[in-house]
T-cell receptor, first 114, second 109 residues
Framework: DAGITQSPRYKITETGRQVTLMCHQT?????MFWYRQDLGHGLRLIYY???????DKGEVPDGYVVSRSKTENFPLTLESATRSQTSVYFC?????????????FGPGTRLTVL | DAKTTQPTSMDCAEGRAANLPCNHS???????VYWYRQIHSQGPQYIIH???NNETNEMASLIITEDRKSSTLILPHATLRDTAVYYC??????????FGGGTRLMVKP
């Protein structure tokens, strides 16, 4: 299916465990982003990537690791999950050309850390 | 990026126009105003953006005051499916979208 997908959609884990959230887009967009949204709040940027093998920190990068070996995939890893990382995680992408402000968001991953 | 101020919540009758205000008094000359919305539990969706001129697309209209210190998003004929949180963002078209609290719009039958 065309578009941007995230997996898993729901995840429950325990403190200290490593968790990887997957993001896949079929548009060959250059830019990809990871945001987190805590209950009742707006989204905050964790990391973004301008192209394969190019990543940069956003507003709240601590405790997260990203990689981008292929243009279409942008996994987010919590190396040692903490309760404060309980949140909904959204992946987004946008093209390098065209409208610079239109980001396309995935459906989100709801992560609970016990 | 300039800070934005939006009402926490608004109601609108179905079929009527929904006018969502946003104040951005510290906006600078190269910063755009753009709007996203987030329907419950879904990822945000881009609506529209503008720099100086008013803009219209198939979803909404954006009215920016002449001094650019405020703007209004207009949904001309609101439907129940327009119930969502609407985010006004001011940015220089870079990568760091900063989402504030937004306005929770409730469209009522």
């Amino acid at each position: 299916d065309a578009g941007i997908t995230q997996s898993p959609r729901y995840k429950i884990t325990e403190t200290g465990r490593q968790v990887t959230l997957m993001c896949h887009q079929t548009w060959s967009h250059s830019y990809m982003f990871w945001y987190r949204q805590d209950l009742g709040h707006g989204l905050r940027l964790i990391y973004y990537s301008a192209a394969a093998d190019i990543t940069d920190k956003g507003e709240v990068p601590d405790g997260y690791v990203v990689s981008r070996s292929k243009t279409e995939n942008f996994p987010l890893t919590l190396e040692s999950a903490t309760r404060s990382q309980t949140s909904v995680y959204f992946c987004a992408s946008r093209s390098r050309q065209g409208n610079p402000v239109e980001q396309f968001f995935g459906p989100g991953t709801r992560l609970t850390v016990l | 990026d300039a800070k934005t101020t939006q009402p926490t919540s608004m109601d609108c009758a179905e079929g009527r126009a929904a006018n969502l205000p946003c104040n951005h008094s510290t906006i600078s000359g190269n910063e755009y105003v753009y709007w996203y919305r987030q329907i419950h539990s879904q990822g945000p969706q881009y609506i529209i953006h503008g720099l100086k001129n008013n803009e219209t697309n198939e979803m909404a209209s954006l009215i920016i005051t002449e001094d650019r210190k405020s703007s209004t998003l207009i949904l001309p004929h609101a439907t129940l499916r327009d119930t969502a949180v609407y985010y006004c963002i001011v940015n220089n078209a870079g990568n760091m979208l900063t989402f504030g609290g937004g306005t929770r719009l409730m469209v009522k039958p």
